[in-house]
Nanobody
Framework: QVQLVESGGGSVQAGGSLRLSCEAS?????MAWFRQAPGKEREGVAT????????YYADSVKGRFTISRDNAKNTVYLQMDSLKPEDTAMYYC??????????????????WGQGTQVTVSS
């Protein structure tokens, strides 16, 4: 069983930046960030694997968000720049201990954090 603990959410004005962190209690192969806004489905934001650290992003955040990880600390980060009001959502960290397949599907991940709120005002 892997526990995930997120931190770093908050409120910011449009154009601002936030950095989310997610610490895992054990080994993870792939880690990802998802988000869910009220009344919308949960969507994949970005993912990174452990070995090669290849990354994938949702089109809506490409060029603005950067995912990274520190394997020594079992921690994944999401640097969010040029934030927009439409980025407002609960952000969740997700992890799998093997290759997840389709990275942007919630069902590809077994372990989930409790979520951290990000609010961007215009």
């Amino acid at each position: 069983q892997v526990q995930l603990v997120e931190s770093g959410g908050g409120s910011v004005q449009a154009g601002g930046s936030l950095r989310l962190s997610c610490e895992a209690s054990g080994y993870t192969h792939s880690m990802a960030w998802f988000r869910q806004a009220p009344g919308k489905e949960r969507e994949g934001v970005a993912t990174i694997d452990r070995l090669i650290q290849s990354t994938y992003y949702a089109d809506s955040v490409k060029g603005r968000f950067t995912i990274s990880r520190d394997n020594a600390k079992n921690t994944v980060y999401l640097q969010m720049d040029s934030l927009k009001p439409e980025d407002t959502a609960m952000y969740y960290c997700a992890a799998s201990t093997r290759y997840p397949g389709v990275w942007y599907r919630s069902s590809s991940y077994v372990y989930w954090g409790q979520g951290t709120q990000v609010t961007v005002s215009s």
